[in-house]
C-alpha cells in the first residue's frame, strides 16, 4: 500500500478538529492532531476514524499530546493559540500567542525539516513573522491563512446578493488579516464579469466593510468561539493546492521582498500554491489608492511585528 503524506493539525480545538475532519474525509493523507489537552485530541481522532466506515474513508488519524507522532509530516495546519480573553490587552495575546507559536515549530521543524508551514493563530500576519525567526525555513514555506478565508467571505456575500452560485464569484482580497485588510473591487468577478458592473458602489462598499469585519461578525453572534468552518476549509484548501501542485493562485500572507513596493514584511497578496509552498508572489496592476491602502495595511503589520519582536526579546 502507498504510504500518504502525512499532515499535521496543531490544536484540537474547533478550527484544528474540523480541519483533522476535513482531511480525513479526503481520504488521501495520515493526519495527527494533536494538543496539549489530554484526552482531547486523542478524543477527537477516535471520534473522526469511527466516522469513516459511514463516509468511506480509510484516512488514518491519530489523535496526541506529544511531537513524535508528527515526525516525516509534509505539512502542518498551526490553529494553536489562545482566544483573546476579556479584559485582556492586545499585547498580552500577542506575546501568549507568539510563546506558543515559537514552542510548536520549533518541535514541528526539528522533526519534519522538509516541513511546509501554514499558520491560522491570530493575529494572523505577526505569527508568520514568530514561525520565520525561529523556524530558519525558506519563506516559501511558511505560509498566512488569511485571504482565502476573506475571500470567501466577500465571495458569499456578493452571491447572496446577486443570487448567484458563490462558485460564479471570483474575489481578491489583500493585505493585513483584519482592519486593513484590502479588498480589491476591480478584480473580482461573476462569470468574468466585474462585480461593479452589477451592482451600485454604496452595495459594493457595505459588502467589503461585511468583508472586513467577517470574522467579527461570527464572533457577535456565537458569543462563545469563533468561526471555524470557512477557516478549516480555507486551510485544507491550501493543504490540497500544495499536494496536488495545483499552481492555484491564492490571497495568503507571505513575507515580501520588494513585490508591490513592500520591502521585508509579511502581508496577504496573490500566491501560486504549489509543490513547494508559496511559490511565486504574482503582481496585479493596483491603483494609486489600492496601493496607499496595501501600504497602510503594511505599517500596521510592521507595528504588530516590532511589538513581537519587543515581547519576546
Known amino acids: 500500500?502507498?504510504?500518504?503524506?502525512?499532515?499535521?493539525?496543531?490544536?484540537?480545538?474547533?478550527?484544528?478538529?474540523?480541519?483533522?475532519?476535513?482531511?480525513?474525509?479526503?481520504?488521501?493523507?495520515?493526519?495527527?492532531?494533536?494538543?496539549?489537552?489530554?484526552?482531547?485530541?486523542?478524543?477527537?481522532?477516535?471520534?473522526?476514524?469511527?466516522?469513516?466506515?459511514?463516509?468511506?474513508?480509510?484516512?488514518?488519524?491519530?489523535?496526541?499530546?506529544?511531537?513524535?507522532?508528527?515526525?516525516?509530516?509534509?505539512?502542518?495546519?498551526?490553529?494553536?493559540?489562545?482566544?483573546?480573553?476579556?479584559?485582556?490587552?492586545?499585547?498580552?495575546?500577542?506575546?501568549?500567542?507568539?510563546?506558543?507559536?515559537?514552542?510548536?515549530?520549533?518541535?514541528?521543524?526539528?522533526?519534519?525539516?522538509?516541513?511546509?508551514?501554514?499558520?491560522?493563530?491570530?493575529?494572523?500576519?505577526?505569527?508568520?513573522?514568530?514561525?520565520?525567526?525561529?523556524?530558519?525555513?525558506?519563506?516559501?514555506?511558511?505560509?498566512?491563512?488569511?485571504?482565502?478565508?476573506?475571500?470567501?467571505?466577500?465571495?458569499?456575500?456578493?452571491?447572496?446578493?446577486?443570487n448567484v452560485p458563490v462558485t460564479d464569484v471570483e474575489a481578491m482580497v489583500l493585505g493585513g488579516h483584519g482592519d486593513t485588510m484590502v479588498p480589491l473591487p476591480r478584480y473580482t468577478t461573476v462569470k468574468g464579469q466585474p462585480v461593479s458592473e452589477l451592482m451600485s458602489k454604496e452595495k459594493l462598499d457595505a459588502i467589503v466593510k461585511r468583508t472586513r469585519d467577517g470574522g467579527a461578525e461570527i464572533v457577535g453572534l456565537l458569543k462563545t468561539g469563533s468561526a471555524f468552518y470557512a477557516p478549516s476549509a480555507s486551510a485544507v484548501a491550501m493543504v490540497e493546492a500544495i499536494h496536488k501542485d495545483q499552481k492555484q493562485v491564492m490571497p495568503c500572507a507571505v513575507l515580501c521582498e520588494g513585490e508591490y513596493g513592500l520591502k521585508n514584511v509579511i502581508v496577504g497578496v496573490?500566491?501560486?500554491?504549489?509543490?513547494?509552498?508559496?511559490?511565486?508572489?504574482?503582481?496585479?496592476e493596483l491603483t494609486s489608492d489600492e496601493r496607499a491602502a496595501l501600504e497602510t495595511s503594511a505599517n500596521a503589520v510592521r507595528e504588530l511585528c516590532s511589538t513581537v519582536d519587543r515581547l519576546m526579546a
Open 270 to 284: 496573490p500566491v501560486k500554491i504549489g509543490r513547494g509552498g508559496a511559490e511565486e508572489i504574482m503582481e496585479y
Open 1 to 162: 500500500m502507498m504510504t500518504r503524506p502525512k499532515i499535521t493539525v496543531v490544536g484540537a480545538g474547533n478550527v484544528g478538529g474540523t480541519t483533522a475532519q476535513r482531511l480525513a474525509e479526503k481520504d488521501c493523507y495520515d493526519v495527527v492532531l494533536i494538543d496539549i489537552a489530554k484526552g482531547v485530541p486523542q478524543g477527537k481522532a477516535l471520534d473522526i476514524s469511527q466516522a469513516g466506515p459511514v463516509c468511506g474513508y480509510n484516512s488514518r488519524v491519530v489523535g496526541t499530546n506529544g511531537y513524535e507522532e508528527t515526525a516525516g509530516s509534509s505539512i502542518a495546519v498551526i490553529t494553536s493559540g489562545m482566544p483573546r480573553k476579556p479584559g485582556m490587552s492586545r499585547d498580552e495575546l500577542l506575546a501568549t500567542n507568539a510563546k506558543i507559536v515559537k514552542s510548536v515549530v520549533t518541535e514541528l521543524v526539528s522533526r519534519s525539516p522538509e516541513i511546509i508551514l501554514i499558520l491560522v493563530t491570530n493575529p494572523l500576519d505577526a505569527m508568520v513573522h514568530v514561525a520565520r525567526m525561529v523556524s530558519g525555513l525558506p519563506k516559501s514555506r511558511i505560509i498566512g491563512m488569511a485571504g482565502v478565508l476573506d475571500s470567501a467571505r466577500m465571495r458569499t456575500f456578493i452571491a447572496g446578493e446577486l
